[in-house]
């Protein structure tokens, strides 16, 4: 991982994409989401494109911009062109954000800016009081947070020593040990996503091998079951396939574990993608899966083996 300068094992600072106010589906109550930059993986739905990077970048909303030019003559490395398709030469920007304050239309931002742990303590702080009449809290998202494992622990016991309900989402790419010694005593709920069971289709889709993510979770059973929410996000063509999905909750319920949630397929990214100059995945849906498909696929991370049976059936006469 090519991480900025002063980032990484042991850093003090972290690069933090986004901190998202009064969340309400990143864990119980109304929450602040802290959006950890860098990610492992770089799955082609990811929701959260613009912190697959570990670096800041410069993001740009075509839709807002006018073609004023005023960006143009602030930008010291002249990358930005309005007349290039992409617009922004991502080679020759540093993502300083010369450019930002200039747009008049804010089509222009940076995802990414350095905190110390105090600086997002205190950010974190202003909502103590919907926490507090929720029983909501702070949780740690991304990119992976995991990444940034050292910044993450002292942030993890910040938090805990104020009192407030923890919750890391994370895609299991780490190793259990030090984050078992650092960090697990301070989170109060982990959210872990499983995308492919194959090993080779996990490789080639998501950039990493899935042993790793089995090795964790494994650890994760035996020593936090109760904090512990296996997710399947459902991305038809991906992970939402039948054979995948009864794979994939079939060894959950080996671990012992609660049958998984499933996330059903949205949009999100497609549209999100081409902000940071990535090209959105053709393949994927432009819509949202509906309750039908929802349910269709619940049936294969049912633990009743006729179930399961039912739905090989109908795969069969699809
Ligand atoms: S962030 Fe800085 S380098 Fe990048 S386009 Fe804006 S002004 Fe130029
Ligand atoms: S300043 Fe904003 S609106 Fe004007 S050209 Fe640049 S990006 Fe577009």
């Known amino acids: 991982m090519d991480w900025p300068a002063g980032i990484g094992k042991g850093s003090m600072e972290a690069i933090i994409g986004d901190i998202g106010r009064y969340a309400i589906h990143d864990g119980p109550g109304i929450r602040t989401t802290v959006f950890f930059k860098g990610c492992p ?50 080679r020759r920007c540093t993502a300083c954000g010369e450019c930002t304050p200039t747009c008049p239309t804010r089509a222009l931002a940076v995802a990414g800016t350095r905190y110390g742990v105090d600086d997002l303590v205190a950010v974190l702080l202003r909502d103590r009081l919907f926490y507090d009449a929720s029983g909501g809290g702070v949780t740690l998202s991304g990119g992976e947070p995991t990444l940034q494992m050292a910044f993450m622990a002292r942030l993890l016991r910040r938090l805990k020593a104020e009192g407030l309900h923890t919750v890391l989402e994370t895609g299991g790419f780490f190793p259990f040990a030090p984050f078992q010694a650092e960090c697990l005593d301070f989170i109060d709920l982990i959210y872990f996503d499983l995308k492919i069971s194959d090993p080779g289709r996990h490789q080639r889709i998501t950039g990493v091998d899935n042993r790793l993510i089995w090795s964790t979770l494994a650890h994760l059973a035996r020593w936090a079951p109760d904090r512990l929410v296996p997710r399947i996000p459902l991305i038809p063509g991906y992970t939402a396939t039948r054979e995948n999905l009864i794979a994939l909750s079939g060894r959950i319920r080996e671990m012992g574990l609660a049958r998984p949630v499933l996330l059903p397929y949205h949009p999100f990214g497609r549209s999100k993608a081409v902000h940071v100059g990535r090209q959105a995945d053709a393949a994927l849906p432009r819509v949202p899966m509906s309750a039908e498909e929802l349910a269709r696929w619940s049936a294969c991370v049912e633990p009743n083996d006729s179930t399961q049976k039912i739905a090989k059936e109908e795969n069969d006469a699809d």
């Open 41 to 90: 993986m770089h799955c082609p739905w990811c929701h959260n494109p613009e912190f697959i990077r570990p670096q800041p970048e410069i993001l740009f909303y075509a839709d807002r911009c006018i073609g004023c030019g005023e960006c143009v003559d602030r930008c010291p490395e002249s990358a930005i062109d309005l007349n290039a398709p992409q617009r922004i030469d991502r």
